[in-house]
């Protein structure tokens, strides 16, 4: 039986639905929304598979009820793992978002490491894995996601189990000399050995794990062909590929060219008030390259004159982990970044930097892409980044331009056709701006038709494919 054939189980931090509500008006259970949960919800169904996680509650509420509930009208199982609120705060807030996040984008500036966050995180992934052993067999194909349970994989080898086991990282893996710096670093590099594959997103992510394994672990075996890697590590084999995640091009497309979509744009830029509009749309998170980017936007409205009253930066930040004291002090800086700019150079009716605090349905998402005649896309670092991805598929005039962060794994696919620019150069970066700004038709033309090919191409669904095609 090969891999498409069999039972798919996902596994993940959060399952892909929402439980909201109270005991008094009683609790509904809603889809989630997101390209992994789109590309992978027909495999489940068609294989009769699960999807495991934590429900996104506290584990008062009767979740179990309600996901067996909705299950049942899914078409796929819902598979609960209850996490208290210490849980949360140690193992997700605490080793996952204080430790792995800042080392594994570059930013040691954020990281810290407390021995007892690391403690939870263990016993968290211990949980996961007790619940998956009970609901899996030898047959089914298991397919962990992310960095907030890197140690799945072991803990189910501590149980005996047999199964056939994928992981696969969503954001980007450090060189060893910033692994280095992480405590207990030979111990999380053999835990991840213990998958018989793990896919990352870009070429560099693989090599430097590669590269930490030969450093780290001297007693491992590795064989390295074009475009992968089988490490031997303890009687235990695995391949290492690199394979880009995206978007699913049809639905961005589709949505662009209906008349929701096109009224949305047409509004957002009347109420802005601005003849040329550049978009940066952010989770909240201090990898993103905010400040830097308001800074930037400074640096051209102070060295070209010519295009005050001209452009506007519409902003639109989505709330993310507000009870993290590193994420209030970015929306402080934020806010105090907008107040001193705006200050010093909103003339009557016109406004340099709009910003939005707030989460964005899909109609309006591709709305703001549309209206956009730049994208702003420039993070610090950043695994993949599928905002690049969404605004080249809501494109369809062809029209915009894309301004994509060197250090965005996007950059690797969307470079023919984006304007790459290191957002540590605040100059340079303006000066970019302006080159947008100042760019012919025929060559955003020109950029744009390349992107949107290979977008269109390199899909979510091919993603999916090249994974499991894998020869092991």
């Known amino acids: 039986m090969n891999d498409s054939e069999k039972r798919l189980v996902v596994v993940s931090n959060r399952l892909p639905v929402s439980i909201s509500g109270d005991e008094k008006i009683g609790y509904t259970v809603e889809p989630g929304a997101g390209g992994l949960i789109t590309a992978l919800k027909p495999i489940i169904k068609r294989t009769k598979g699960a999807w495991l996680g934590w429900p996104g509650c506290n584990i008062d509420v009767p979740f179990d009820k309600l996901l067996q509930e909705y299950s049942n009208k899914a078409s796929f199982s819902l598979l609960p793992v209850g996490?208290?609120?210490?849980?949360?705060?140690?193992?997700?807030?605490?080793?996952?978002?204080?430790?792995?996040?800042?080392?594994?984008?570059?930013?040691?500036?954020?990281?810290?490491?407390?021995?007892?966050?690391?403690?939870?995180?263990?016993?968290?992934?211990?949980?996961?894995?007790?619940?998956?052993?009970?609901?899996?067999?030898?047959?089914?194909?298991?397919?962990?996601?992310?960095?907030?349970?890197?140690?799945?994989?072991?803990?189910?080898?501590?149980?005996?189990?047999?199964?056939?086991?994928?992981?696969f990282l969503h954001i980007p893996f450090p060189s060893v000399d910033l692994l280095r710096r992480l405590p207990r670093n030979q111990t999380i590099i053999k835990r991840f050995l213990a998958y018989d594959h793990i896919g990352f997103q870009t070429a560099v992510d693989k090599r430097n794990f590669v590269s930490c394994v030969k450093w780290l672990i001297p007693e491992a075996r590795i064989i390295n062909k074009r475009t992968k890697s089988y490490i031997t590590y303890n009687d235990q084999k695995t391949v290492i590929g690199y394979y880009p995640i995206s978007i699913d091009f049809n639905e961005f497309n589709d949505v662009s060219k209906s008349k929701e979509a096109s009224d949305t744009a047409w509004y957002l830029k009347e109420n802005i008030n601005a003849k040329f509009l550049v978009l940066g749309l952010d989770r909240l998170d201090y990898t993103k390259g905010i400040p830097q980017r308001f800074l930037a936007f400074e640096k051209l409205l102070e060295k070209h004159e010519d295009v005050r009253g001209e452009i506007s930066l519409l902003q639109v930040v989505i709330p993310s982990r507000l009870n993290v004291p590193d994420y209030q002090n970015l929306r402080d800086e934020l806010e105090q970044l907008l107040g001193r700019i705006n200050g010093r150079f909103s003339t009557s009716g016109w406004v340099p930097i709009h910003y939005q605090f707030n989460t964005l349905d899909r109609v309006r998402l591709v709305g703001h892409y549309k209206a956009a005649d730049i994208a702003l896309v420039t993070p610090l670092r950043d695994g993949m980044n599928l905002v690049s991805k969404e605004y080249c598929a809501s494109s369809i005039d062809n029209k915009g331009v894309l301004m994509l962060s060197e250090f965005a794994g996007a950059a690797d696919q969307l470079g023919k056709g984006a304007i790459l620019c290191n957002p540590f150069d605040i100059d340079r970066t303006a000066e970019q701006i302006y080159e947008a700004f100042r760019m012919s038709d025929e060559e955003k033309e020109r950029r744009m038709r390349l992107m949107r090919s290979e977008v269109k191409k390199n899909n979510v669904d091919r993603w999916v494919r090249q994974f499991f095609e894998v020869n092991h």
Do not use: C
């Not at 204080?98 to 966050?117: A, M, N, T, Y």
């Not at 609901?135 to 397919?143: L, M």
């Open 83 to 167: 996490l208290t609120e210490e849980d949360i705060a140690m193992y997700y807030r605490g080793f996952s978002n204080r430790s792995i996040w800042p080392l594994f984008h570059d930013l040691i500036g954020q990281f810290s490491f407390v021995l007892e966050e690391y403690e939870r995180y263990k016993v968290v992934n211990r949980k996961f894995a007790e619940t998956i052993a009970k609901n899996i067999t030898e047959n089914d194909n298991v397919w962990i996601h992310d960095y907030q349970l890197i140690f799945v994989g072991s803990e189910l080898r501590d149980l005996q189990i047999k199964t056939k086991l994928n992981f």
